[in-house]
């Protein structure tokens, strides 16, 4: 049933359970429709009163929507203020919303209103680490500029001492930071809300990161919004880490029971998602709120495309010395692989150009035509480019090729850290005669606005789908002006492979979030 809300009061209508919602809340009238002259339930639309009605199952909204005073650079889109909306009346929920419909804002928003109401003095960001300078800092400046933020980075000693004094609104720290200042943040006492950005990266259970979330999330006892639009990339059970995080009484306390609900074991090591997947996982991933991406009607297309190159001599013999033998020799060095996982891991690197030896060596094989191709479409785009490397020692190769050609290049991977990567980022974005972002997809596919390119270059594939749909992501964001193109570069089968199993990973994730559309049209 839905509350109709009217200069700062809440009507309910006609209720059967009339005594029993008077019990619910203390504060409401009754009083006489004057349209049918049946009893209707009134009562001042404060949060608290929201809050319970809407946990009683009621469609009501937030009394943000009427109160609120939007900030920012330009005016929210619809869904962003029903987004803010439903993160006020729900202290545990997700937001499973698209990439790039404005999670972030909507979150920031949310906030800035609960602290002017009294509700929130502070706010703990965790996020990961490439976006931590370039997307929260810079999107607080954006969209709530009266609000401090203070970035948890730096030494050791000097990331405690910010996590226990920094009297900044929004406390700002990737993922992994946590186990550094965990005790300085429980200890605060003035965190009350917690905000997951890319929170499927705590889908998995076992990892000590995920121990560590529950144990400060449980001992802070704040709000907990999780944020990310790709909570089940490989398969139904990445939402049971998820939905015990933000309602453990309507999820199984067991994974084992979990994935016999959503799964069909059909051999030894291999299971399958079973027909109705889709809907057990809405049920338990709940509160949640979900708008896809066409609810930004102006955004331009994307085309995605295909390309082969051909591979060198060189990288033939290796590859068919490993599809065949799992074993070969170049220059005394030995390529090993020791099972069928390392035997596909040696033919994408062979693909791509550089393999690793069994002591750790690199060999750098002639890449054959697949940097002449990349180039080709680094010269049509339409603006600037990025390339995503798997292979961390590939980027490197591919940053020097492109700059011996002419190209002004940025670069970042695992070994670009601090400054340095906030530095590259804000050339790529800034810098006119920097065209070309060469990137590993772990460490630049979350979060960033990268709208100053329309092409993105995939090197090689990757088997992560949610790294796969987060780095396709970065150029289509507000503001991108260019029709864009997502170019998949391959040489062999197993490449083509890797690439088709992420699509159908995310053609089995879309038919869970489609569920969540229906209920926010």
């Known amino acids: ?26 504060e409401a009238q009754v009083r006489v429709s004057p349209k049918t002259g049946g009893n209707v339930v009134v009562l001042p639309h404060t949060l608290t009163a929201a809050t319970r009605l809407s946990r009683a199952g009621f469609d009501v909204p937030s009394p943000m929507l009427d109160e609120y005073q939007w900030t920012g650079r330009h005016a929210p889109y619809a869904h962003q203020k029903v987004t803010s909306g439903f993160l006020t009346l729900n202290p545990k929920c997700a937001v499973l919303s698209d990439m790039a419909t404005g999670k972030t804002a909507s979150a920031m928003w949310a906030a800035d209103w609960l602290m002017r109401i009294g509700q929130v003095r502070k706010v703990l960001v965790l996020c990961p680490l490439s976006c931590v300078n370039r997307v929260w800092m810079d999107e607080l400046f954006k969209w709530v500029p009266h609000r401090s933020g203070q970035l948890l980075r730096g030494a050791r000693d000097r990331r405690k001492r910010l996590a226990k004094g920094s009297q900044a609104e929004f406390l700002i720290l990737n993922h992994d930071g946590l186990k550094v200042c965990a005790h300085e943040l429980v200890n605060r006492g003035d965190i009350d809300i917690v905000i997951a950005d890319e929170a499927d990266t705590y889908r998995n259970p076992d990892t000590a990161r995920y121990r560590l979330f529950v144990q400060v999330v449980t001992a802070l006892r704040a709000r907990l919004w999780l944020m990310t639009g790709t909570p089940t990339p490989n398969a139904p059970t990445d939402a049971w880490a998820l939905a015990r995080l933000i309602n453990p009484f309507n999820t199984p306390s067991g994974f084992n029971k979990f994935k016999n609900q959503t799964m069909f074991k059909v051999s030894q090591f291999k299971w399958v998602p079973k027909p109705d997947a889709h809907i057990i996982v809405r049920k338990v991933l709940q509160p949640a709120i979900r708008f896809p ?19 060198s001599k060189e990288q033939m013999k290796h590859y068919e010395m490993i599809r065949k033998h799992l074993i070969s020799i170049d220059a005394g060095q030995v390529i090993n692989a020791l099972n069928a996982a390392g035997k596909m891991n040696k033919l994408m690197q062979i693909c791509q150009g550089s393999v690793y030896t069994e002591t750790g060596a690199v060999i750098d094989l002639p890449m054959g035509d697949r940097i002449d191709v990349t ?29 011996r050609r002419g190209y002004g290049v940025a670069v970042v991977h695992g070994g670009v850290t601090g400054g340095k990567r906030d530095h590259a980022l804000q050339r790529f974005q800034l810098d006119d005669s920097t065209q070309v972002l060469v990137a590993h997809p772990r460490t630049a596919s979350h979060g960033l606005n990268l709208q100053c390119a329309s092409t993105t270059v995939w090197y090689g594939p990757t088997f992560s789908t949610g790294q796969w749909l987060q780095a396709n992501e970065r150029m289509s964001r507000t503001g991108q002006a260019h029709k864009m193109i997502i170019a998949k570069l391959a040489s062999m089968p197993v490449e083509r492979g890797a690439y088709d199993t992420v699509v159908i990973n995310d053609d089995r994730q879309s038919r869970i979030l489609k569920l969540y559309e229906e209920v926010f049209k």
């Open 1 to 26: 049933m839905r509350a109709a809300a009217h200069k700062g009061w809440l009507m309910l209508g006609e209720l059967d359970n009339l005594s029993q919602m008077l019990n619910i809340l203390p």
């Open 293 to 311: 991406k066409n609810v930004l009607k102006d955004l331009p297309v994307t085309t995605y495309i295909e390309r082969e190159c051909a591979m």
């Open 375 to 403: 180039c080709e479409l680094i010269d049509a785009s339409l603006s600037k480019s990025i390339v995503f490397v798997p292979y961390r020692h590939v980027c490197d190769r591919v940053q020097a090729e492109l700059e």
